[in-house]
């Protein structure tokens, strides 16, 4: 079924002060990184939050998921995305999921991409060192969106930036948002980063 995420992102509350590094474009540029939530739906939100900064700078973004499990379009579209320009591709398995990540970012046309695995994270090493050095040659991202409990480890150990999302009710409609950061390998240290994000319409 879709997924809904906390929307709309035009009404984001800027990030809470002392939390730095931030969650942007450059933080992950270059990277694999692994966004995990049992039910993702703070998860997608960052990851728009993402789109929407590449679609802003005149790249492109695409997303690569399975064929039972997707995001919303009218909520990203009411939160800045540009679904024109955003490709979505949907298979059948994490193998083909992998591959058509290569694909995508071996073309040198996509600064990032989403790949959404849900419960099913098997990617050989062998493809993640293959999409490693896409990210690194291209300076683009990948993001591996998985469906995970707090216990259960990374995709795999070449994963730059692991984290895990949680969000915690303030107001009526809103929510703050926080990104755990359990991996970092470019910074060698755990850290956090926190927002506060708006409900979608029905999400109370």
């Known amino acids: 079924m879709p997924e809904s995420a906390l929307q709309p992102l035009s009404r984001l509350v800027q990030p809470f002060s002392g939390n730095q590094p931030g969650w942007n474009l450059q933080e992950v540029q270059g990277r694999l990184i692994e966004i995990s939530e049992p039910h ?33 379009p009218p909520d990203a579209e009411k939160s800045g995305i540009d679904l024109r320009n955003l490709p979505i591709l949907r298979l059948t398995d994490a193998r083909s999921l992998g591959r058509a990540t290569e694909i995508l970012l071996r073309s040198g046309a996509f600064q990032l991409v989403l790949l959404d695995l849900g419960r099913d994270h098997a990617i050989p090493v062998a493809r993640l060192a293959q999409l490693n050095g896409l990210v690194r040659k291209h300076n683009a991202c990948a993001v591996f969106i998985t469906r995970k409990q707090h216990d259960e480890q990374s995709v795999g150990p070449l994963i730059s930036l692991h984290a895990r999302t949680s969000r915690q009710r303030v107001e009526t409609n809103s929510f703050s948002c926080q990104l755990k950061i359990l991996r970092d390998k470019r910074r060698g240290k755990k850290w956090t980063w926190q927002t506060r994000l708006s409900g979608v319409e029905g999400y109370y």
């Open 40 to 72: 993702p739906v703070a998860a997608l939100s960052f990851c728009f939050l993402l789109v929407r900064e590449v679609q802003m700078a005149g790249s492109y973004a695409a997303w690569v998921g399975s064929m039972d499990s997707t995001f919303y």
